[in-house]
């Protein structure tokens, strides 16, 4: 740039003449984000009260070998090494969790709650460097899509468990068409976390974004409608999922624990 | 009638100071007509750009109450009742004076980016044929009136000062108005990727918050920039079905 003339004086760190308690959008992020990732940490490892029911936590779907009636493949392989941690959420937690923190969502916010870069609109920065998304380690973030491709598999799991939530034992051996509280809150999980991954930016690029036109295809048009339509609420069904998949943890871990009975509807 | 005090940056090259004035504002007032009127009280030599009054030239771009405005779009009644008002210029460019600061490094940035290319034309009128549909995505895009408050208020420009090597949202805006357009040939994605630094950009979305047009710019302009780079750059997979169909 022409530097013939001098740019006003930077702002010093938390700096601004805004008005409003522009750090309060931060302290939601930080205080919902690790409250999550401390009660996912707790309840991954717990390996246990992770069913009830017909009923399974998301945190543990698909439960690839595990203990309880809805593992794939049985209990704990035998050659799984005796040094690693064992709980089948511990094998696919990573994946959301990659989803989510490399969701364009979430970077700006936690970019901005946790690195305070910025900390909020038109505040001083606490650092003269930047990086930005173009080097490393940041330029990884580019992989999203990876996380969206294995999440987007995980929720054909998690409508599966959907389904299953409405079929309930009926004593015989058998089971029946019912509906109880939880089936509610996993279909309710179910349609959230969809509403977040279709709106996914990655998403609505892969799904016709990429191209110029889109009018030549009627279906895809449609998909790409579909997905903006989700996209611009974005930031709504980040949230909104992220509390949905924590509660309904926490109402079968309650059910398991028999601190609640779950209410049977139908 | 209420008195109010505007507090208003009044200084050459960087340096001032915040100066008070009184001024009478009555209903339906923008923070330029109070502006006008201090002018025309007791500050005669103060400058100040404006041109339309009507939102549409992008003059007027100043930071009201430490947030990135058009000067002639901020209705007194939506701010602060009973408040001073602080007006200050803008900080990502050069001070000139008072509220003005010198936007060129703007008008040069849109130059290096690579025109319009659009094919040859469909019809032997010379003439194309597009479907609404397809242009409805860029459209958005053109209602940019170059006020330059998202390029003020983005941190990499504000706080980093990266001007010589990131374009800023409004040229991002406008480079994906070039490079979604159906019509349009030209290949801007590696331009964006070295030379326009598109990575700089963290998504934090506060350009989309401050322009004034409403224009959806990080959600709609610069991540589907973004995910086109990283088709083209990143992306092993893209690059391996490139391959197999015998593509670049
Ligand atoms: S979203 Fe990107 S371009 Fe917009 S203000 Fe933030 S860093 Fe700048
Ligand atoms: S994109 Fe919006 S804020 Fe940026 S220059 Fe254009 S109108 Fe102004
Ligand atoms: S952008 Fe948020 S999930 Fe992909
Ligand atoms: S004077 Fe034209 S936009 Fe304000």
Redesign the pocket.
């Known amino acids: 740039m022409h530097r013939s003339l001098p740019v006003m004086d930077q702002r010093k760190f938390g700096e601004t003449l805004r008005r409003d308690a522009w750090w309060v959008p931060n302290v939601f992020v930080v205080t919902i984000l690790t409250s999550f990732l401390v009660y996912a940490t707790y309840a991954a490892f717990a390996n246990a009260h992770y069913t009830s029911g017909p009923y399974l936590s998301p945190f543990y779907s698909p439960e690839i070998w595990g203990d309880s009636p809805h593992a794939w493949f049985g209990p704990k392989p035998v050659w799984w090494p005796g040094w690693l941690p064992f709980s089948p959420a511990l094998i696919i937690l990573p994946i959301p969790a990659l989803f989510r923190f490399t969701c364009y969502y979430y970077r ?1 916010a936690y970019y901005k709650a946790f690195w305070a870069d910025p900390p909020s609109c038109a505040v001083g920065e606490p650092r003269k460097t930047y990086w930005g998304e173009k080097s490393f380690p940041l330029v990884m973030q580019n992989f999203h899509r990876y996380g969206l491709l294995l999440s987007f598999i995980l929720l054909v799991f998690l409508w599966h468990d959907a389904w299953l939530a409405f079929w309930f034992s009926s004593g015989n051996g058998g089971t029946q068409f019912g509906i109880g509280v939880g089936t509610i809150v996993m279909l309710v999980n179910v349609l959230l976390l969809s509403g977040y991954t279709i709106g996914c930016h990655s998403m609505r690029h892969v799904i016709g974004g990429f191209r110029d036109k889109l009018s030549g295809s009627r279906a895809r048009k449609v998909a790409y409608d579909c997905s903006s339509a989700c996209n611009r609420g974005h930031m709504n069904w980040a949230w909104c999922s992220l509390f949905s998949v924590a509660l309904t943890d926490v109402y079968i871990r309650l059910c398991a624990l028999g601190v609640i009975t779950d209410l049977r509807i139908l | 009638m209420a008195s109010t005090t505007f507090k208003i940056w009044r200084g050459e090259r960087g340096q001032g100071a915040f100066t008070d004035y009184a001024t009478e504002v009555t209903e339906g007032m923008v923070v330029l007509d109070a502006v006008h009127q201090i002018q025309a009280s007791e500050a005669g030599d103060l400058a100040v750009r404006w041109n339309c009054k009507a939102g549409k030239c992008g003059s007027c771009s100043a930071e009201i109450n430490g947030r990135p405005k058009l000067m002639c779009m901020t209705r007194m009644d939506e701010l602060p009742a009973g408040e001073a008002v602080t007006i200050e210029p803008m900080r990502a460019f050069p001070h000139v004076r008072d509220l003005v600061t010198d936007v060129s490094w703007n008008y040069e940035v849109k130059k290096k980016i690579k025109k319009f290319t659009p094919r040859p034309p469909d019809a032997p009128d010379g003439t194309w044929r597009m479907a609404q549909a397809d242009v409805d995505r860029v459209q958005e895009f053109r209602k940019c009136i170059e006020c330059y408050l ?1 390029q003020d ?4 420009l504000r706080d980093h000062h990266k001007h010589d090597e990131f374009i ?2 409004r040229f ?1 805006v406008y480079a994906a108005a070039l490079e979604m357009h159906p019509l349009d040939t030209e290949d801007r994605l590696r331009d964006l990727k070295d030379n326009h630094s598109i990575g ?9 918050s401050a322009c004034p047009e409403h224009i959806t ?2 959600d709609n302009a ?1 991540i589907p920039l973004k995910e086109r780079v990283v088709d083209e750059f990143y992306d092993p997979v893209v690059k391996l079905v490139r391959l197999l169909r015998g593509k670049k």
Not at chain 2, 153 to 156: E, L, N
């Open positions: 700006g | 998202c208020v983005c941190h990499v800023g949202p991002l700089y950009c963290n998504i934090t979305k506060c350009c989309t710019i990080t610069i």
